[in-house]
């Protein structure tokens, strides 16, 4: 009920989905009127929902079902397994308005949700030739390699960065170029974290680790640089575009 989301959740349901590209899925809850009257306290006409999407199996629910409990339940992902990811967890509130009370009680709502995690695309526009001293270095876009560490696999549904985060770092990612591709201009396949906050410089500083190889014509040389990122966390359900 409204103002009550710090008590254990009058109802809770289970539903499948089916797995569609449409952006809105529909689902139905049986109420009862006995259900109807303890989610819409007299004279209220409205309750409070918590979606939560795609929890990964085994994740059982708390038994004190309050909101802030339920925004503690902690999950965990696999992001640097082989592309694609496959489903991301996703979390919601919104509210219930209710249709009637009494004659084939109902009540409807729509509600929106956010991915629990924040996706990074990295752009890198490389110089075709640098002049070093007469010597002309031509860069090979098509054999760059990309790296990102410091990242998280675990989180609580409140979105916040947790205390005890799983690190991991992304293996090395060649950059897939389409067939007939001659520009500069490199956009790599997204990467995935939990939120996660750092400090500047400090051990756990998320950062891209490149390689672009160089040639004169007779010497190929790797060369590396590393790209850190100019905040200082990454948040729920953000899509950072770096270039």
């Known amino acids: 009920p409204m103002g009550k989301t710090n008590e254990p959740a009058v109802l809770y349901n289970s539903t499948p989905i089916t797995t569609s590209k449409e952006m809105t899925e529909s689902f139905n809850v049986p109420l ?41 339940i902690a999950v965990e992902a696999n992001f640097s397994a082989p592309l694609p990811v496959g489903t991301f967890v996703m979390t919601g509130e919104g509210e219930a308005n209710l249709q009637s009370r009494t004659l084939n009680p109902a009540a409807t709502g729509t509600i929106g949700v956010d991915r629990l995690a924040a996706k990074l695309v990295l752009n890198v526009n490389t110089t075709n030739t640098y002049d070093d001293a007469g010597t002309i270095w031509t860069s090979e876009p098509e054999s760059m390699k990309v790296s990102l560490f ?15 985060p799983i690190r991991f770092d992304y293996p090395q990612r060649d950059f897939d170029r389409t067939p007939g591709e001659t520009h500069t201009d490199c956009v790599f396949d997204p990467f995935y974290t939990y939120p996660i906050e750092w400090t500047p410089g400090g051990e756990t500083e998320p950062y891209f680790f490149i390689m672009l190889p160089w040639t004169d014509g007779t010497t190929r040389k790797p060369c590396y640089y590393k790209v850190i990122l100019s905040d200082t966390h990454l948040d729920s359900n953000n899509w950072y575009n770096l270039n």
């Open 32 to 72: 009862d009127e006995t259900l109807l009257s303890r989610l819409f306290v007299y004279p209220q006409e409205k309750c409070k929902v918590f979606l939560i999407v795609n929890l990964p199996e085994g994740i059982a629910l708390p038994t004190d079902t309050s909101l802030d409990n339920l925004k503690k």
């Open 150 to 164: 410091n990242c998280v696999n675990n989180a609580e549904l409140s979105g916040v960065p947790v205390d005890n």
